[in-house]
């Protein structure tokens, strides 16, 4: 394990609401602004939220989903782990938030919409691609949420 973290020290970085949002995406696999604010005490989503209290299709629910691959039936972050622990050299390791029939359901298109993921016989890494960043006023979150699901992924 590199002994390096990615995260700015130029301004404070809500590391821990970071992390939780991470959670809330990728562990709980919601889109309910209730559960990320009860569940975690994160408060800054309630604004996108829709009549229902929930993001629409966004962020975790895209997550939820089950596909079906030649594996069998899995949800993108199951299908993700799988591959690590039985092909961690396969090409195909990618996670994406970004589903077009889905857009007009979402209250917010995904910002960090995208993971790639390579093992190299030592690391695992990933590439995250984000449609936009607000890197100078809300610090490096997205980064920081990225590295910590990248470790959090590299320890199951």
Request: no cysteine; proline share 3%.
């Given at each position: 394990m590199q002994e390096e973290f990615p995260i700015a020290t130029l301004r404070p970085t809500a590391f821990k609401s970071?992390?939780?949002?991470?959670?809330?995406i990728y562990?709980?696999?919601?889109?309910?602004?209730?559960?990320?604010?009860?569940?975690?005490?994160?408060?800054?989503?309630?604004?996108?939220a829709n009549e229902d209290g929930n993001l629409g299709l966004a962020y975790g629910r895209q997550m939820k989903y089950e596909h079906q691959y030649k594996e069998g039936y899995?949800?993108?972050?199951?299908?993700?782990?799988?591959?690590?622990?039985?092909?961690?050299?396969r090409r195909r390791m990618i996670t994406n938030l970004y589903n077009h029939q889905?857009?007009?359901?979402?209250?917010?298109?995904?910002?960090a919409f995208l993971t790639m993921w390579d093992y190299d016989g030592e690391y695992l890494n990933m590439t995250l691609v984000q449609r936009s960043s607000d890197y100078l006023?809300?610090?490096?979150?997205?980064v920081t949420q990225y590295a910590l699901l990248q470790h959090m992924i590299a320890q199951v």
């Open positions: 970071g992390l939780k949002e991470i959670l809330w562990q709980d696999q919601s889109n309910d602004v209730q559960l990320l604010e009860e569940k975690y005490g994160v408060k800054y989503w309630r604004s996108w899995f949800n993108q972050i199951d299908m993700l782990i799988w591959d690590l622990k039985n092909n961690p050299y889905d857009l007009r359901g979402m209250t917010l298109y995904p910002y006023v809300a610090g490096n979150i997205n």
